[in-house]
């Protein structure tokens, strides 16, 4: 069974900084672009930052400069180096991920999502 696990979420001070984590366990799939999406309270998910399996990034444009996303193609994982953090970037952050199954359809899978807050 394939499923994205994302952790790494906390409480911390503006300014401050975290890292995420994500690792998709199973076998059998090769993985696509892997990413980082947020939602906060009463807003729609969105793209934080993705990174395509040849290493091509996109960031937001709230998060360039400060966020950094990077990925292990042979352990099958993502993180996210989130610095300068401020007040709006609190949120719930999700892993994504598009995995190609051996039979060929590639599928769109989400970690459970790791609450981050920023506040003094």
């Known amino acids: 069974q394939v499923q994205l696990v994302d952790a790494g979420g906390g409480l911390v001070q503006p300014g401050g900084s975290l890292r995420l984590s994500c690792a998709a366990s199973?076998?059998?799939?090769?993985?696509?672009?892997m990413g980082w999406y947020r939602q906060a309270l009463g807003k729609q998910r969105e793209l934080v930052a993705g990174?395509?399996?040849?290493?091509?990034?996109n960031y937001a444009d709230s998060v360039k400069g400060r966020f950094t996303i990077s990925r292990d193609n042979a352990k099958s994982t993502v993180a996210l180096q989130m610095s300068s953090l401020k007040p709006e970037d609190t949120a719930i952050y999700y892993c994504?991920?598009?995995?190609?199954?051996?039979?060929?359809?590639?599928?769109?899978?989400w970690g459970q999502g790791t609450q981050v807050t920023v506040s003094s």
């Open positions: 994504n991920a598009h995995l190609r199954m051996p039979t060929g359809v590639v599928y769109d899978y």
């Open positions: 199973g076998s059998g799939f090769s993985i696509y672009t």
């Open positions: 990174i395509t399996s040849g290493g091509r990034i």
